[in-house]
């Protein structure tokens, strides 16, 4: 069965570290993967797309990579501030599946001062 | 960037109502609207695929007549519960993608209450 797994569902770490957080996927074939922040009662909001060629992407203290072959990507937060403190989702879109996005189950990372 | 905007962002209603959301897109146009709904402490889970001119894509499990959907313009979804249930209370939330190059935009969310 299709599967997208985010590690943890918390992650608290201490502010100025780097934040990791895991996505991983099974019987996927994302064309491209995408990170998203959540605050509690709020939409989604856009952080970072990565397309299935390439390896690493960037965006200030942001940084995501791609494994297609481990089926697998990271997403760093360098240099972690307590405003960074919200639920983190992947979601990848699949080929042959138009535009829709499936969802990971989120991590919620504390960040503390 | 591209914006989407929701409304209600909260509303409490009896038991057997009906209640209307609105998705627009303020600043782009979207022949495709996204609906989602999300339990507490769950991730988002695709409901429809709301097409402009024409019907609703619905994922397994979803009433197509309990979850009306209308996208009747390149700028507006509307999602109307019917028939509401305690059982329907959840955070509703469409959202649109303005270019292949971009992610895509949610709205702010819809907390639906039903008493």
């Known amino acids: 069965s299709q599967k997208i797994e985010q590690n943890s569902e918390a992650l608290n770490i201490q502010e100025g570290k780097t934040a990791t957080l895991t996505c991983n996927y099974t019987n996927y074939s994302p064309a491209y993967l995408q990170w998203y922040r959540q605050d509690p009662g709020r939409g989604p909001v856009f952080l970072l797309l990565?397309?299935?060629?390439?390896k690493e992407k960037r965006k200030e203290r942001l940084k995501v990579t791609f494994d297609t072959t481990l089926k697998q990507s990271l997403f760093h937060i360098t240099a972690s501030q307590p405003a960074d403190s919200a639920t983190y989702l992947c979601?990848?879109?699949?080929?042959?599946?138009?535009?829709?996005?499936?969802f990971g189950g989120g991590t919620r990372l504390m960040v503390k001062p | 960037g591209a914006v989407v905007s929701q409304h209600p962002s909260w509303v409490i209603c009896k038991s057997g109502t009906s209640v209307k959301i609105e998705c627009r897109s303020l600043?782009?146009?979207?022949?495709?609207m996204f609906w989602y709904r999300q339990f507490p402490k769950q991730s988002l889970m695709l409901m429809a695929t709301?097409?402009?001119?024409?019907?609703?894509?619905?994922e397994q499990g979803v009433e197509k007549d309990k979850f009306l959907i209308n996208h009747a313009s390149l700028t507006l979804s509307t999602l109307t519960v019917t028939s509401a249930h305690p059982e329907d209370s959840s955070f509703y939330i469409c959202?649109?993608?303005?270019?292949?190059?971009?992610?895509?935009?949610f709205g702010s969310g819809t907390r639906l209450t039903v008493v």
């Open positions: 979601a990848l879109r699949n080929y042959n599946a138009g535009n829709m996005l499936t």
């Open positions: 959202s649109a993608r303005e270019s292949r190059d971009y992610g895509y935009t």
């Open positions: 709301s097409n402009e001119g024409s019907k609703a894509t619905y």
């Open positions: 600043d782009f146009q979207a022949t495709t």
């Open positions: 990565i397309r299935e060629n390439e």
